[in-house]
């Protein structure tokens, strides 16, 4: 949902022990992208893999996507972004990520747990205590969100807010692969546990922040897929509750409307977290499974 909008950002855009060394200027054509094209009967999907949240400084885009985009009469995201109702979505994220009875954060962490979140909520002078009414999923979006705009990502200037003032100005029609409440409750349905997991990681990566999404940005630019891998695909791994219910299980759920656009006549860019488009279990290699070929586009030399 990627953002927050209420959306996954966290998983996608933390969560990462990245070190790979920045490349010098000369390096920065002729590289993959993260995005992938598939071929229908008469018409191309495009898969764009992307960061909710970037930087102005993080535009222009590479050409190819430019092209992708020119290319599609359609684009499809995680949500369907120019139809979002802002006072239907705070009010489900009021119902489904705030506490509601006498209890607290602190009281469905436990108090081991919540001892080690305000020692490094402390650290990263986070105002822990501004979130003792919520629930843990929606303490570490909002964990997330406070640190990304400490250092300047805004969603306003992620991929899917850009595309859909383009595609606004273009008069091109934007649809969604699920709902905000579908979102909201994979979140809201998982386990105590697994929430709490999800915002220790959160805070736990708060001090490095800056350089975490850096070479996460610059990953993501070049389409290293193996870096990605290695590092914020694994790490969610870690969590297999996380990675089922944010990655696996809807990851399989698309795999039919993706299919089916490749009957049509137009072309479709498809936009969605890039941690959706990496690994065994990623789109991708999911749809290559079912006999799709699928190929890694590159930004050639400018």
């Given at each position: 949902m990627n953002?927050?909008?209420?959306c996954?950002?966290?998983?996608?855009?933390?969560?990462l022990?990245?070190v790979?060394p920045?490349?010098?200027?000369?390096q920065?054509s002729?590289?993959?992208v993260?995005m992938w094209?598939?071929d229908g009967?008469s018409?191309?999907?495009y898969?764009l893999?992307?960061v909710?949240l970037?930087r102005a400084?993080?535009?222009?885009?590479?050409?190819i996507?430019?092209e992708?985009y020119?290319?599609?009469e359609?684009l499809i995201m995680?949500?369907?972004?120019d139809?979002?109702?802002?006072?239907?979505?705070q009010?489900l994220l009021?119902?489904?990520g705030?506490i509601h009875?006498?209890?607290s954060?602190?009281?469905?962490?436990?108090?081991e747990?919540y001892?080690?979140?305000?020692?490094?909520?402390?650290s990263?002078?986070?105002?822990?205590?501004?979130?003792?009414?919520?629930e843990?999923?929606l303490?570490a979006?909002?964990v997330?969100q406070?640190?990304?705009?400490r250092?300047?990502f805004?969603p306003q200037?992620g991929i899917?807010?850009?595309m859909?003032e383009?595609?606004?100005?273009?008069?091109k029609?934007i649809l969604?692969?699920?709902?905000?409440r579908?979102q909201?409750?994979f979140?809201?349905?998982m386990s105590?546990?697994?929430?709490t997991?999800?915002l220790?990681?959160s805070?736990k990566e708060?001090?490095?922040i800056q350089?975490?999404?850096?070479?996460?940005v610059h990953a993501?630019?070049h389409?290293d897929?193996?870096?990605m891998e290695?590092?914020?695909?694994d790490?969610m791994?870690?969590y297999p509750?996380?990675?089922?219910?944010?990655?696996?299980?809807r990851?399989?759920s698309?795999l039919?409307?993706?299919?089916d656009?490749l009957?049509?006549?137009?072309?479709?860019?498809?936009?969605?977290?890039a941690?959706h488009l990496?690994g065994?279990?990623?789109?991708?290699?999911?749809?290559a499974?079912?006999?799709?070929?699928?190929?890694q586009?590159?930004q050639?030399?400018?």
């Amino acid at each position: 949902m990627n953002n927050n909008r209420p959306c996954f950002a966290a998983c996608v855009l933390a969560g990462l022990a990245l070190v790979l060394p920045l490349p010098s200027p000369a390096q920065n054509s002729g590289h993959p992208v993260s995005m992938w094209k598939l071929d229908g009967r008469s018409n191309s999907v495009y898969l764009l893999g992307s960061v909710h949240l970037l930087r102005a400084d993080d535009h222009p885009l590479p050409s190819i996507i430019q092209e992708a985009y020119e290319d599609a009469e359609t684009l499809i995201m995680e949500l369907d972004m120019d139809d979002l109702d802002p006072v239907e979505a705070q009010s489900l994220l009021t119902r489904l990520g705030l506490i509601h009875d006498d209890r607290s954060l602190n009281d469905l962490m436990g108090p081991e747990n919540y001892a080690e979140a305000e020692r490094l909520a402390n650290s990263a002078d986070i105002p822990l205590a501004m979130l003792a009414k919520s629930e843990p999923w929606l303490a570490a979006i909002t964990v997330e969100q406070l640190m990304l705009a400490r250092i300047g990502f805004n969603p306003q200037f992620g991929i899917e807010h850009y595309m859909m003032e383009k595609a606004g100005a273009d008069e091109k029609e934007i649809l969604g692969l699920e709902t905000v409440r579908e979102q909201l409750e994979f979140l809201d349905g998982m386990s105590l546990e697994a929430q709490t997991s999800l915002l220790l990681q959160s805070l736990k990566e708060s001090v490095d922040i800056q350089k975490i999404m850096d070479e996460l940005v610059h990953a993501w630019r070049h389409g290293d897929v193996a870096f990605m891998e290695d590092n914020m695909l694994d790490e969610m791994q870690q969590y297999p509750e996380l990675y089922r219910t944010i990655v696996v299980d809807r990851n399989v759920s698309w795999l039919e409307q993706i299919e089916d656009l490749l009957d049509k006549h137009d072309d479709y860019l498809i936009i969605v977290g890039a941690l959706h488009l990496i690994g065994d279990d990623g789109v991708p290699s999911l749809l290559a499974e079912r006999g799709r070929e699928v190929v890694q586009l590159r930004q050639t030399a400018q």
